[in-house]
């Protein structure tokens, strides 16, 4: 929340000089909103790296403190008490600071209308093959010694899960589970594909940076060294699921050492996915999820519910069990409270970025959380909709520089 407000007051203190200047000129107050909104449009664009929920919370703060302020002002003015010009030009601080804010919000929300366009395997999320908890790296050691996660999980779909790196797959393996299978359809739908990092990074829709590649190739380790059971592996085509032998989803992993790099920061690589994934693949199983939105969600819970609701709804199942659920999305704890809480505000989130309308609990004995029913929103109807077309203005004019006023003559400063 400090980064939003150090980003919203540098660029805000910019463009005062610019308001400060239009106000010398005797413009009218809605002929000075009309020359400063590129620039408010440019300051937005530098907002959007903050997720959403992030945003509107911030949004909320400074309305309220804006209010505030401008009640305190209306009131002195009011009692003809003298005030210092200082107050009125924080106020107006303020305001071009919520209108960054507003407009950020509206890109944002153009942002996350992008078309579902990132494939992934319907088995993988109909068995919880990803979770939204997990322990700290010490806790796993001490949980398991050997590095060897065995669990067996009782979701939607049982499932067994097997992972020889010591970890439980999480929100960014999906990531890269996602950009790998869109790189699969890219690259021809052959079983064996190799890829560079940045081609990779660019499926995923994420900025490119040391860090991301260090847990690309982290979770690409995590990924090759997970092994699964699948109690209900379907096919298309198929009058009856399956159960599946034990087996790796990436099959094969091989890590391609190039000219200048070192053993263990490779940035290209060779994958090949089992054959029950890419049947699967080729079969046409799958589902498109939108990774912009994916990355823009607050919570992990948050996430995969995203990822969950898609296929769900795919089913008309628009009902989910709350113990059910959160053994599906192997939440790490044993305080049911704070699992049913936490799929809670999961929920409210999603509500608040117009994935889903509305959503309802239902109570069973004891007033214990049973069921939480959910309408689907826009952003979820959107599935069976792209190729979208979005009515965005985007017609930015340049911002305006800031003119030195020297009786008739102006120079840029």
Do not use: W
């Not at 239009?22 to 300051?43: C, F, G, T």
């Not at 699948?230 to 099959?251: A, C, F, S, W």
Request: with cysteine; aromatic share 8%; proline share 3%.
């Amino acid at each position: 929340m400090k980064a939003i407000r150090s980003t919203l007051r540098q660029e805000s203190l910019n463009i005062i000089q610019v308001f400060t200047q239009l106000k010398k000129m005797n413009l009218q107050h809605d002929d000075i909103e009309e020359r400063i909104a590129p620039n408010i449009h440019q300051s937005a664009k530098k907002m959007l790296r903050h997720k959403t929920l992030q945003l509107s919370m911030e949004f909320t703060s400074l309305g309220h403190e804006y209010n505030q302020l401008t009640r305190q002002i209306n009131d002195e003015e009011r009692k003809k008490i003298d005030i210092d010009q200082h107050r009125y030009l924080q106020q107006t601080i303020l305001e071009l600071e919520y209108k960054m804010l507003e407009k950020a919000l509206e890109l944002k929300k153009i942002e996350n209308r992008k078309v579902p366009d990132t494939p992934i395997e319907a088995n993988l999320i109909e068995h919880g093959l990803f979770g939204a908890g997990s322990h700290s790296k010490a806790v796993m050691k001490k949980k398991y010694p050997s590095g060897m996660v065995q669990q067996t999980r009782t979701g939607f779909r049982h499932l067994f899960y097997q992972n020889a790196n010591g970890v439980f797959l999480g929100t960014f393996d999906v990531r890269v589970l996602a950009g790998l299978t869109k790189l699969y359809f890219e690259k021809g739908m052959n079983q064996q594909f190799s890829f560079q990092f940045n081609e990779l990074v660019h499926a995923m829709d994420t900025e490119p940076s040391g860090r991301v590649y260090l847990d690309l190739y982290d979770s690409l380790l995590n990924l090759s060294r997970t092994q699964i059971i699948m109690e209900e592996y379907y096919l298309p085509g198929n009058k009856v699921r399956q159960r599946t032998i034990l087996y790796h989803p990436i099959d094969t992993l091989e890590f391609i050492l190039r000219e200048g790099e070192e053993p263990g920061k490779e940035r290209a690589a060779s994958v090949s996915f089992h054959s029950f994934i890419n049947r699967s693949l080729q079969a046409g199983n799958l589902h498109h999820m939108n990774v912009v939105l994916f990355n823009d969600f607050h919570k992990p819970i948050t996430k995969l519910l995203y990822v969950n609701m898609i296929n769900s709804c795919a089913q008309n199942i628009t009902s989910f069990h709350v113990d059910t659920l959160s053994q599906h999305l192997n939440l790490q704890t044993e305080n049911r409270s704070l699992v049913v809480s936490g799929i809670i505000e999961a929920f409210q989130e999603l509500q608040q970025m117009d994935v889903i309308d509305s959503y309802e609990i239902v109570y069973g004995p004891k007033k214990s959380i049973q069921y939480i029913n959910f309408v689907p929103g826009d952003l979820l109807q959107l599935q069976n909709k792209f190729p979208i077309q979005i009515n965005s203005d985007e017609e930015i004019k340049e911002p305006l520089q800031l003119f030195l006023i020297n009786n008739k003559d102006q120079q840029p400063i």
